[in-house]
């Protein structure tokens, strides 16, 4: 499984931005997705993840009411809304998918990652 992420960019604080998380290869619905990101000089960390329906969702809590993860397994594409952003969410943003259905928050349960894509929120 290949993982595309795309969609970052320069943006305002206050400003919206979604990524997207193309699936290609040897893909299948049942999996769970998820978005961490990691800034400089910190480590990865967890942002959001969504089960293989699509039906449970998790936030970080630094996150919780601005982002919104949804998929569309049709396209096998996870996405990441992003409102309210503000400077801290200065990241690089990797998409990851796991090999089960298991939606989780910590990094070891997801086999596949995407390349990242920066976003950078201006003050």
């Known amino acids: 499984v290949q993982l595309q992420a795309s969609g970052g960019g320069l943006v305002q604080a206050g400003g919206s931005l979604r990524l997207s998380c193309a699936a290609s290869g040897r893909t299948s619905s049942t999996y769970a997705g998820g978005w961490f990101r990691q800034a400089p000089g910190k480590r990865r960390e967890f942002v959001a993840a969504i089960s293989w329906g699509g039906g449970v969702t998790y936030y970080a809590d630094s996150v919780k009411g601005r982002f919104t993860i949804s998929r569309d397994n049709v396209k096998n594409t996870v996405y990441l809304q992003m409102n309210s952003l503000k400077p801290e969410d200065t990241a690089v943003y990797y998409c990851?998918?796991?090999?089960?259905?298991?939606?989780?928050?910590?990094?070891?349960?997801?086999?596949?990652w995407g390349q990242g894509t920066q976003v950078t929120v201006s003050s």
């Open positions: 990851a998918a796991s090999r089960s259905t298991v939606i989780s928050r910590t990094m070891e349960e997801y086999a596949y």
